[in-house]
């Protein structure tokens, strides 16, 4: 079992060890990415990615090991403390160079056999919108099962946190944990992303970019085909 963690923090607090956790109990391999040491470029919006294609990105190359990582894996952690309410900066511009794998436009076929975690945390509140913030993305690239853990700690840092906390944080960790293997290799997309997913289908048989257009085509999505089993 493979598990890749994006951080949207390079420094190693309350939600660094959440995730990190969360990837440990589940065994295998694991590979982790800090944000914005391991990425630190701004989608400038040139849209070369949806109209030409993504290795027209002026950071492709940059993203290419976080890419890579992501299609290997799994299971996907996304994990970001609250920053004003929502997710760091870091965060949320790396997930902006992937707009183009959102289900409106080229969808990865891996995406909807794996499963996604988002992890945030705050000494106070903003985990809801945070959590949100992530989830918005696994599900329109078609992560097939997301879980959501949102969690106040009442702390500046980990070593701060009651033990209290650190107790029941680790029962709910390993419970996500045991999901995340128990359903390794056997999840399917629900409804929800069904649904979405034959919207898009009907949209692309007429389309609006003629890149998407081909790229469904291709797939056979646009017929009987389907990107999952």
Not at 61 to 81: N, R, Y
Not at 104 to 131: D, I, N
Request: charged share 30%.
């Amino acid at each position: 079992m493979r598990t890749v963690i994006i951080h949207g923090q390079s420094h190693k607090g309350s939600t660094y060890h959440i995730a990190h956790d969360i990837a440990e109990k589940t065994g295998g391999e694991i590979k982790e990415f800090f944000l914005p040491k391991d990425f630190d470029a701004m989608c400038c919006g040139c849209t070369k990615c949806f109209f030409e294609g993504e290795d027209k990105c002026p950071h492709f190359k940059k993203l290419l090991p976080i890419t890579k990582a992501i299609d290997e894996a799994d299971v996907i952690i996304l994990a970001s403390p609250v920053y004003v309410f929502h997710a760091t900066g870091a965060m949320k511009s790396l997930l902006d160079h992937y707009g183009y794998r959102w289900m409106p436009h080229r969808p990865e076929e891996l995406m909807f056999g794996k499963q996604g975690v988002c992890v945030s945390t705050a000494a106070g509140a903003g985990m809801k919108s945070t959590v949100k913030d992530m989830a918005d993305s696994l599900t329109y690239w078609g992560v097939a099962k997301i879980y959501k853990y949102g969690v106040g700690v009442a702390a500046a840092d980990w070593e701060g946190v009651s033990e209290k906390k650190k107790k029941s944080i680790d029962k709910t960790t390993s419970a996500i944990a045991a999901r995340l293997v128990r359903r390794n290799g056997k999840v399917k997309p629900g409804l929800k992303t069904k649904i979405l997913f034959s919207i898009m289908r009907a949209i692309q048989k007429n389309g609006f970019v003629q890149k998407d257009v081909e790229y469904w085509k291709e797939k056979g999505w646009t017929g009987k085909k389907r990107p999952w089993k």
